[in-house]
């Protein structure tokens, strides 16, 4: 028992090392001075306000929704599919095919950003609603296979072939056997591909233009030209917003265990 006690108290302090910037940020989000000081003297919503009308900020925080929504779906179903023909499927080169779909996670985001700027110069999709979309799931994808993999791994195709034995066409067997089952790891994917698309910054820095950008990029963008506590509104509302969706997914995931 003392020897777990060094072991709590270190886990403490990584965990509070971890949630300090957003102890310091949502307190700053609520200060009435005109300036990013902590701690706040004066406190007040005026950062709120201002962040609510100006049609800018506004308008970035429509797209990023848009945007990363849009990837989430794009990205899981994709991601099912590459996970599906990854732990199913018996293809020569499957481990590099594997390790081609997981390249974006490891690759710099700067090389991907790039990368991905120079490709889209060509196919003209710079500053583009569906070049964000492509771009932006192509980061997601490795954050939905490796979940969803993870679950197919351990999945039970005995029942997938009762299934078929019972007259089901092999359609039938996936979504009505196989996918009740996944669905916590298509949860989890779905979270992780929205999170990743909602706060990316620099791979949108790249293929962003004066006429569409996100949210993580007008918040760069504003702290390089005018710094005020707007930005720290903005990024509570970020941490309030994933905050919410990741509850609700863990929330959904331990009502599915229990009801099973």
């Known amino acids: 028992m003392s020897r777990r006690i060094p072991l709590k108290i270190f886990g403490a302090l990584v965990a509070l ?26 406190w007040s919503l005026r950062w709120y306000e201002t962040f609510f009308s100006d049609s800018r900020w506004v308008a970035d925080l429509l797209n990023s929704l848009q945007i990363g929504a849009l990837v989430g779906v794009l990205a899981t179903v994709a991601g099912t599919a590459a996970s599906y023909a990854l732990t199913r499927g018996r293809f020569r080169g499957r481990g590099a095919v594997g390790a081609l779909l997981i390249a974006p996670m490891l690759v710099p985001t700067v090389v991907f950003g790039v990368g991905v700027y120079a490709l889209f110069l060509q196919l003209r999709l710079v500053g583009t609603f569906t070049g964000f979309l492509i771009a932006h799931t192509v980061l997601a994808l490795p954050f939905v296979i490796i979940p969803v993999s993870s679950v197919l791994s351990r999945f039970d195709t005995t029942l997938e072939r009762a299934a078929a034995i019972c007259g089901a066409s092999r359609g039938r067997a996936f979504f009505s056997v196989t996918l009740p ?9 779905f979270m992780f591909a929205f999170v990743t698309s909602f706060d990316e910054v620099v791979v949108s820095m790249f293929i962003s233009s004066p006429y569409l950008e996100t949210l993580p990029v007008r918040m760069y963008s504003s702290i390089q030209r005018d710094v005020d506590p707007t930005i720290a509104a903005a990024a509570t509302l970020i941490i309030c917003f994933t905050s919410a969706l990741i509850a609700i997914a863990l929330l959904a995931q331990s009502r599915r265990r229990r009801v099973s």
């Open 17 to 42: 090392w971890l949630v300090a910037p957003t102890l310091v940020v949502i307190p700053l989000s609520f200060t009435g001075q005109r300036s990013l000081a902590f701690p706040p003297e004066r």
């Open 181 to 189: 089952v996944i669905a916590p790891g298509l949860l989890s994917g």
